[in-house]
T-cell receptor, first 118, second 113 residues
Framework: EAGVAQSPRYKIIEKRQSVAFWCNPI?????LYWYQQILGQGPKLLIQ????????DSQLPKDRFSAERLKGVDSTLKIQPAKLEDSAVYLC????????????????FGPGTRLLVL | AQSVTQLDSHVSVSEGTPVLLRCNYS??????LFWYVQHPNKGLQLLLK??????LVKGINGFEAEFKKSETSFHLTKPSAHMSDAAEYFC???????????FGAGTRLFVKA
């Protein structure tokens, strides 16, 4: 079974530039998550989709971050404009069932995209 | 509101000795609890999860954790550490509806030869 795919793996940009990350979840997984992991900290949930609908985006800085999951499969996360404090690893995860199916489903994580903002 | 506290940022053990990584949680609902491991330059991997069945949960690689509601704890243990266990470990809480997944700050485990 193929895992969660993310690209690019690394990205370096200047502050105020824009950047986009892509995630392809495991086939058949209804729920998709984007996390931000700053060095030395645990991952922080940015946004959670069930199919193509947003379940939770309470911690997404909506003035600069946006995310979409068209057709309920792939997802993109965009930052525009980037700030120095956005330097982090951006993790995508997916799980088999959505919130209505309970929270006990395992999340499967991709390798992450390491972003450095200069 | 939910929260999770990992009581040690670093733990160092000798190979062959027991491992104890401590986690306390706070949740308004009956939570689901997880432990994930992150090896350097590798993705997060599930070690084990508690979902209101048996309070003693066995996971991969000899790890286990016990859910203690009275102490709001979910400590991770292993009887005998191996060099390959050196990694970052995260305790995670999620409410029953699947919302608000919260990771702890992590505990880095060092294993000395």
């Amino acid at each position: 079974e193929a895992g969660v795919a993310q690209s690019p793996r690394y990205k370096i940009i200047e502050k105020r530039q824009s950047v986009a990350f892509w995630c392809n979840p495991i086939s058949g997984h209804a729920t998709l998550y984007w996390y931000q992991q700053i060095l030395g900290q645990g991952p922080k949930l940015l946004i959670q989709f069930q199919n193509n609908g947003v379940v939770d985006d309470s911690q997404l800085p909506k003035d600069r971050f946006s995310a979409e999951r068209l057709k309920g499969v792939d997802s993109t996360l965009k930052i525009q404009p980037a700030k120095l404090e956005d330097s982090a690893v951006y993790l995508c995860a997916s799980s088999l069932v959505g919130p209505a199916g309970g929270s006990s489903e395992t999340q499967y994580f991709g390798p992450g995209t390491r972003l450095l903002v200069l | 509101a939910q929260s999770v506290t990992q009581l040690d940022s670093h733990v160092s053990v000798s190979e062959g000795t027991p491992v104890l990584l401590r986690c306390n949680y706070s949740s308004s609902y009956s939570p689901s609890l997880f432990w994930y491991v992150q090896h350097p330059n590798k993705g997060l991997q599930l070690l084990l999860k508690y979902t209101s069945a048996a309070t003693l949960v066995k996971g991969i690689n000899g790890f286990e954790a016990e859910f203690k509601k009275s102490e709001t704890s979910f400590h991770l243990t292993k009887p005998s550490a191996h060099m390959s266990d050196a990694a970052e470990y995260f305790c995670v809480v999620s409410d029953r509806e699947g919302f608000k997944t919260i990771f702890g700050a992590g505990t880095r485990l060092f294993v000395k030869a």
